[in-house]
Nanobody, 114 residues
Framework: QVQLVESGGGLVQPGGSLRLSCVAS????????MGWYRQAQGKQREFVAL???????HYADSMKGRFTISRDNTKNTVYLQLDSLKPEDTAVYYC????????WGQGTQVTVSS
């Protein structure tokens, strides 16, 4: 059974940082394309970042330079480093496996506020 479990969200001040984790089971992150998406309250889900099976990455333009996606194949975990956070980054952040079948985690809440 495929499971994705996100963690690491919380409350941070503008300009602060968080590192989100997505622990996968039932699949290997090394051999799949993994992504992060987010959904703010009252808004549609939007793309954040991708890491392909070959290790290359792709980011939404508005997040490029502030967010970094990475993975640890030994831990079977994908990460999203969030830096220089802004209030508009407040959202539930979801981990996703992108393949013939899509899988989603439960999400982790990130709140950026003074």
């Amino acid at each position: 059974q495929v499971q994705l479990v996100e963690s690491g969200g919380g409350l941070v001040q503008p300009g602060g940082s968080l590192r989100l984790s997505c622990v996968a089971s039932g699949i290997s992150v090394a051999f799949n394309t993994m992504g992060w998406y987010r959904q703010a309250q009252g808004k549609q889900r939007e793309f954040v970042a991708l890491i392909f099976d070959n290790g290359s990455t792709h980011y939404a333009d508005s997040m490029k330079g502030r967010f970094t996606i990475s993975r640890d194949n030994t831990k079977n975990t994908v990460y999203l480093q969030l830096d220089s956070l802004k209030p508009e980054d407040t959202a539930v952040y979801y981990c996703s496996l992108r393949g013939r079948t899509e899988y989603w985690g439960q999400g982790t809440q990130v709140t950026v506020s003074s």
